[in-house]
T-cell receptor, first 118, second 111 residues
Framework: DTGVSQNPRHKITKRGQNVTFRCDPI?????LYWYRQTLGQGPEFLTY????????KSRLLSDRFSAERPKGSFSTLEIQRTEQGDSAMYLC????????????????FGEGSRLTVL | GNSVTQMEGPVTLSEEAFLTINCTYT??????LFWYVQYPGEGLQLLLK?????DKGSNKGFEATYRKETTSFHLEKGSVQVSDSAVYFC??????????FGAGTRLAVHP
């Protein structure tokens, strides 16, 4: 399978615990995005990377959230001291940005990691 | 930044009915426009896209035309099937710009 892979698919945790999600993008893609989706809503942008550089962070990304992409390949999203309001589906997407695709490139999404905070 | 307004759902149709889901956007410049679909229990999938004004994106019988003058990208299908039941998201952006998604429109098609 050469699509975007996310792990774990489902995480149940108690309030106050830390959780980490991993995303493996399509191998040749240089951009990687994190979105959050709550029930009945569209995906909300959290942050994105171009290669290993984190270029933008949404105001939704509080200090408890941190994302990394250390080698420009896979990425991790960590949530510290989880709260019930963090319960959501966390979506990862990747894309290839080059001169030829600069204005046309769509995002390819993984199936998401569902977080439930009790 | 970009924003998008989508027709509220749910939309309930009988099989073979005509479908329109409205989408209007605000954006800096002229973004690409996308429709994504989320089938029950699955991830977001690209349905169709258009990259410049007057372009028509099409796929699986769905169509949408990039209307710069009305900043719209309405989704249409002439004859829906039960298998089209899903949530549909309109999103401007793409390329150098991140996608901004609407709230989604749930479509339920009954036999």
């Amino acid at each position: 399978d050469t699509g975007v892979s996310q792990n774990p698919r489902h995480k149940i945790t108690k309030r106050g615990q830390n959780v980490t999600f991993r995303c493996d993008p399509i191998s040749e893609h240089n951009r990687l995005y994190w979105y959050r989706q709550t029930l009945g809503q569209g995906p909300e942008f959290l942050t994105y990377f171009q290669n290993e550089a984190q270029l933008e962070k949404s105001r939704l990304l509080s200090d408890r959230f941190s994302a990394e992409r250390p080698k420009g390949s896979f990425s991790t999203l960590e949530i510290q001291r989880t709260e019930q309001g963090d319960s959501a589906m966390y979506l990862c997407a990747s894309s290839l940005i080059s001169g030829a695709t600069a204005n046309t490139g769509e995002l390819f999404f993984g199936e998401g990691s569902r977080l439930t905070v009790l | 930044g970009n924003s998008v307004t989508q027709m509220e759902g749910p939309v309930t149709l009988s099989e073979e009915a005509f479908l329109t889901i409205n989408c209007t956007y605000t954006a800096t410049g002229y973004p690409s426009l996308f429709w994504y679909v989320q089938y029950p229990g699955e991830g977001l999938q690209l349905l169709l896209k258009a990259t410049k004004a007057d372009d028509k994106g099409s796929n699986k019988g769905f169509e949408a035309t990039y209307r710069k003058e009305t900043t719209s990208f309405h989704l249409e299908k002439g004859s829906v099937q039960v298998s089209d039941s899903a949530v549909y998201f309109c999103a401007p952006g793409g390329g150098y710009n991140k996608l901004i998604f609407g709230a989604g429109t749930r479509l339920a098609v009954h036999p």
